[in-house]
Every structure is written in structure tokens, then in C-alpha cells.
């Protein structure tokens, strides 16, 4: 095997948080090329150091933030971290993503990997240059939110180091709310890794933050100019492609697909509001009436990151609620005031919780209350209760009150309840659905029953569904599913912005990544290979699981309404994904992946896809 390209900083950073000791591993050339970076790297950390029956909450757990061979490139959009671990939700492996400038900074480090094993005694903050890592005491920064904290560590260091970037918890991942994220404050745009609880492991370990201090390595691209010419060729359809983006960030989606039918209301006992209901949370209005500026990550020309302010609510230049968080906060309980949507949205990023999870779980608890399933004395479960929803953002992530149950997500909240609370779920193993309608789109049906991350959208894309493509057909739609994993594995394992990637570069593994890949590292791989990478990554991603005991046929299945209750009205009326079709497709998808019948990869499938040694 030939030396590793020189777009890689070419180590993992190990910093085993309870000796307060850091130690460097040279990453393999054949990793690179197996596993490629990010999403890739993060899984092979998991499953190379968490034993299968390790608890999220165990410190045998760890956390990886990865980077891949693009960052630091002429690469469009590429300032994009991952952070990998076993996800307190679903039990399984969980990678989440997020922009800002961290990622570039981590990079500049040489370190492709960072991986933070074990506890810490005391609440602390991991310190990270291009020469390793010290673990410093900080039990006074315990109940700052995520700004307070990213603020009080850069100023901590700042006689030492000026080029800075931290990424941190919440009060919520301090008291271990299952769905608590992280967030990091860049001096050009919030990045936040929002799904899958990695605030609450950060938290079990005692982390507060991690913060980087920038190095000196570049990445040498194999063939500079080849790069850039690809690049400036696909700026021009990229621009003209992101207008919406540019516009009104995510916000801009809420009135095309409430327009659809397909955006879940009332705990998606419907998939559609009035107009003017929807209109009064969309982009549009958030842009004529609350934008202040536009934002971006590093190296992106798109700048789909907006501030907002609402001053009789305090909030002064927050991070925009985006398309997912207003299904979540908003249409999922009924409540249409925005200026109290942006509020607990801005609530959320400071105490440091996914707004879908935190919106779902509320919307579930509504509708249980609603049910009769549900003392009528608890507070705040009014479909429609604005203020409510506030408070108990506020409870949840001080785990207040009811705020204590909701902490723990609508499934273990499920589990508390009569028998007929499983009915009103909507997600999936463990993790709620994003705003993508596992109802009206099929190729979401079967991509969520299948996803790795449960009711994560970063798995199968409904983005071409939402063009046409497999949204009502079932033919050939688990095939589509099983290949649009691959490509967002492989983007995740680039370190691309999704936004970019689809809009840029194509909405499937096409020559152009090929291109761009092999003009960086100086490799000559065929489309085909590019793509079996993102086929290697998922496979890993499902090995895990399967080893965790959490990924069967019987565990790839989705919720109760999708499967036994179609859409009740508007354009997608009857739509659903009933069992015996959703059985179907899991054995053509199987059959395509070269699975057996209860969905474990065979042993051939991993020696053909050079990985069998991982499954010893």
C-alpha cells in the first residue's frame, strides 16, 4: 500500500480523559482508502474501542471528532466536523455533524481524529494544539449554557493562544438529557451536532467543552490545479441551485411541503396546515421580520445561516430556527407564534438540545395528555400552549418537573405509559422522525425503517422524493434507499456540507466526487469504488449494531401511524407504508446489500467488501 496522501494530517489524537493523558496513533494508508475520513473514521473508532454491551453512559463509550481529506481544500463547503459515538437514544452507533470553523481549526492540527476515551474526575474542558492534549478542571463553568461556556473557555486561553474554536454542552448534557447536542459558537456561524444525544455522553464524561487551538498543516492536494478547475466549474450551478438557501436558509422549506401535504402537524395526526398557519412560522416572514444578518461556515459561498432577534422575547441575533426545528417546535405541537417558536429554538441551542427530538417528544406528550394517558394535572401539554412550550424546554433540560420524564425522549416516555402510548410515537429506534414524511415519501419509508440512526434524515435523503423520484412508487425505491445511504455516508466521510453536495455535485455518487477525490489524494479510483466506500461505511455502521444487539428485521420497522393510518387529508390523503409493503421492500433491500434474512451482512458481503476481519 502507497504512503498516505498528503491531504491528511495522517494521526488520531487519543486523550484518555481519566489519567489526563493524550497519546498519537498513525492512521493506515489502507484506512484512508477504506474508510476515507469522517463519518468513516468516527464508525471505525466506535467499533474498534466501545465493547458491543458497553452502556452510552459507560466510560468504555467515546467520542470521536473527525475531519476528512477535503478540509482545508479548494473543496466547496468542507469546513464540516463530525462527531461520532454510541448514541444514548437508540443504543447503536450515531454520527451527527456540524459547520462553523472547528472543523478547519482541527485539521490544522494534523489530527484527523480526536478520541476521547473514559471520564474525567471533575467537570472539565479538553484542550487540544498540534502537539496533543491536557484535560484542565473546570467545575465552575457547571449550569453555563453552550455561548456562556464557549465565551468563558476562549477567554480562559486566550493568553496563550488566539486562533481558538470551541465546541460545548449545556446544561442539558450536564444532567444527562438523552437528547442533548452540542454546540459551537464560530465568530462566522453556530455549529451544532444536534442529533443523538452527544452533549449527554460530553456530559457523562464530565466534558463541559473541547476547544482547538489552530496548528500549521496544510493539506498538499495531489493535483491542485485539476481540483480547482472542478471546483470552479460547479460554482456557478451551485449558486444558482442554493437561491432558496441563500434566501431563507432551511426556514424556506416549511411552505413548499406544507403545500405538499407532507409536513407533520399535531404529532402527525395530519401532514398539513392552513396556509396561513404555515406562513406565519416560514421563511419568508422570519426574513422580512426577524433576520438581522446572514452567517456561514468557513470556506461556503452559500451563507444559509441567518441571525434573528425578537426583542420583547430577548432574543437578540440567534441562530435561525431551521426547516426541521420549526416541524419539530412548531407545526408537531400547534404552535404558530413565532416569536415564541424562535425563543425556544434559541432556548434549545443554549441549554444545548436537538430541537427535533425536544419538539417530538413534546408533541407526543400532548397527544398522550389529549388521550387520557397522562395525568390532566401536568402542565403544558395543550396542543397550542406557546408559553408552555418554553417552560418546558426550561424543565427538560434541568430534567424540572415533567421536564424530568420528557428528558428521556418519547420512546422511554413510552415505555412509563399504557400500551396505547406506542401508537402515538413517531420515530423510530429510539430516535423521532425528522420533518421528511415517512407517509407520503416511500423512499423515506424504507430508508427510515433501514437507517442506521433510526429517524435521522442524514441517512437516506428525501431530496430527489421531494423532484419525483420514489416518493409513491415502491419499485426499485429500496434500492435507491440502500444507495442514497452510501452517498451521504460518503459525503459525512468528506466532510461536505449535505446543502452543497446536492446542489453542487450531483444528489448520487457521480463522477464529479470521483474526480474531486482522486485529484486530492492522487488516487485512481473508479466511480464504483468511490461509492463501495460509502457501501464499506455503512456496513460498518450496521455491524456495530448488529454486535449492540439493536439492528434485526424486527427492529427495522417504523411506527404505529405510518404503517396502520393513512394521511387523513390534503394532497397526500391515503398515503402510508402498511406492514406487508413495508415487508416486501425490507427483502429486496436486503437482497440488494447482500444481507441474510434478518438483515446481519454475511460474511461474504464483508470480505467483498475488504472488511471481514472487522466482524471477528
Not at 63 to 92: E, I, L
Not at 191 to 208: F, I, P, Q, T, Y
Not at 403 to 417: N, V
Not at 525 to 553: D, M
Request: aromatic content about 6%.
Amino acid at each position: 500500500m502507497s504512503d498516505l496522501p498528503s491531504v491528511y494530517g495522517g494521526q488520531t489524537l487519543h486523550v484518555r480523559l481519566d489519567e489526563g493523558e493524550a497519546s498519537v496513533e498513525d492512521i493506515a494508508p489502507a484506512d484512508a482508502r477504506r474508510f476515507l475520513g469522517g463519518n468513516g473514521f468516527a464508525a471505525k473508532a466506535v467499533h474498534d474501542h466501545v465493547p458491543p454491551e458497553a452502556d452510552p453512559f459507560d466510560p468504555e463509550n467515546v467520542v470521536a471528532f473527525t475531519v476528512g481529506p477535503m478540509n482545508g481544500t479548494p473543496f466547496q463547503s468542507t469546513s464540516r466536523g463530525v462527531v461520532g459515538f454510541v448514541s444514548p437514544q437508540t443504543d447503536g452507533f450515531f454520527d451527527s455533524t456540524f459547520g462553523g470553523t472547528f472543523p478547519r481549526a482541527q485539521k490544522t492540527t494534523g489530527f484527523e481524529s480526536i478520541v476521547l476515551h473514559g471520564a474525567a474526575p471533575e467537570l472539565s474542558y479538553v484542550y487540544v494544539d498540534a502537539d496533543g492534549a491536557r484535560v484542565e478542571p473546570a467545575p465552575d463553568l457547571a449550569g453555563l449554557d453552550t455561548y456562556e461556556t464557549c465565551a468563558e473557555v476562549e477567554s480562559r486561553v486566550a493568553a496563550d493562544a488566539d486562533d481558538v474554536h470551541v465546541v460545548a454542552t449545556g446544561p442539558a448534557g450536564e444532567n444527562l438529557v438523552r437528547f442533548a447536542c452540542l454546540l459551537h459558537d464560530s465568530e462566522m456561524r453556530e455549529g451544532v451536532a444536534g442529533r443523538g444525544g452527544a452533549g449527554a455522553v460530553l456530559g457523562s464524561k464530565n466534558v463541559k467543552a473541547v476547544v482547538v487551538e489552530e496548528g500549521d498543516f496544510q493539506p498538499d492536494v495531489a493535483a491542485d490545479g485539476d481540483l480547482r478547475s472542478l471546483v470552479g466549474e460547479r460554482m456557478g450551478p451551485l449558486m444558482e441551485e442554493t437561491e432558496m438557501l441563500q434566501e431563507y436558509g432551511t426556514s424556506g422549506l416549511v411552505n413548499p411541503i406544507n403545500e405538499m401535504g407532507k409536513l407533520g402537524r399535531r404529532n402527525n395526526q395530519r401532514e398539513q396546515s392552513a396556509d396561513e398557519e404555515a406562513e406565519a412560522i416560514s421563511g419568508e416572514r422570519l426574513r422580512e421580520e426577524y433576520v438581522t444578518e446572514d452567517t456561514t461556515c468557513a470556506n461556503c459561498a452559500v451563507a444559509c445561516g441567518k441571525h434573528v432577534t425578537v426583542e420583547n422575547e430577548g432574543v437578540t441575533d440567534a441562530k435561525i430556527p431551521e426547516f426541521e426545528s420549526l416541524f419539530g417546535t412548531a407545526t408537531m405541537t400547534e404552535v404558530f407564534d413565532l416569536d415564541r417558536v424562535v425563543k425556544v429554538n434559541d432556548l434549545c441551542d443554549r441549554l444545548g438540545m436537538d430541537t427535533i427530538s425536544f419538539g417530538v417528544s413534546v408533541a407526543f406528550a400532548r397527544e398522550c395528555a389529549e388521550k387520557g394517558l397522562l395525568p390532566d394535572d401536568i402542565p403544558h401539554l395543550d396542543f397550542g400552549d406557546a408559553e408552555g412550550l418554553v417552560e418546558l424546554a426550561r424543565q427538560t433540560a434541568h430534567r424540572e418537573d415533567f421536564g424530568d420524564r420528557l428528558a428521556e425522549g418519547s420512546f422511554r416516555l413510552a415505555t412509563d405509559l399504557a400500551d396505547e402510548a406506542e401508537r402515538y410515537l413517531h420515530g423510530v429506534k429510539g430516535l423521532e422522525f425528522a420533518a421528511h414524511s415517512p407517509r407520503g415519501l416511500k423512499g423515506m419509508s424504507i430508508g427510515y425503517a433501514t437507517a442506521t440512526r433510526g429517524g435521522s434524515h442524514h441517512d437516506t435523503r428525501p431530496t430527489l422524493q421531494y423532484e419525483g423520484e420514489h416518493s409513491e412508487t415502491t419499485d426499485g425505491t429500496p434500492e435507491f434507499a440502500a444507495r442514497t445511504q452510501h452517498f451521504t455516508a460518503l459525503g459525512d466521510s468528506l466532510t461536505q456540507c449535505r446543502f452543497v453536495s446536492e446542489a453542487g455535485w450531483g444528489k448520487r455518487v457521480t463522477d464529479r466526487y470521483r474526480d474531486a477525490i482522486n485529484a486530492a489524494t492522487g488516487w485512481d479510483l473508479s466511480t464504483a469504488a468511490v461509492e463501495r466506500i460509502g457501501e464499506r461505511i455503512y456496513n460498518l455502521e450496521r455491524l456495530i449494531n448488529v454486535e449492540r444487539g439493536v439492528a434485526r428485521r424486527e427492529t427495522d420497522t417504523l411506527s404505529h401511524r405510518v404503517m396502520h393510518e393513512p394521511i387523513p387529508d390534503g394532497p397526500a390523503e391515503g398515503m402510508y407504508c402498511p406492514p406487508e409493503e413495508l415487508d416486501a421492500m425490507l427483502d429486496e433491500y436486503y437482497e440488494f446489500r447482500g444481507w441474510d434474512d434478518d438483515g446481519v451482512p454475511t460474511p461474504e458481503r464483508l470480505d467483498a467488501l475488504d472488511m471481514a476481519e472487522l466482524a471477528d
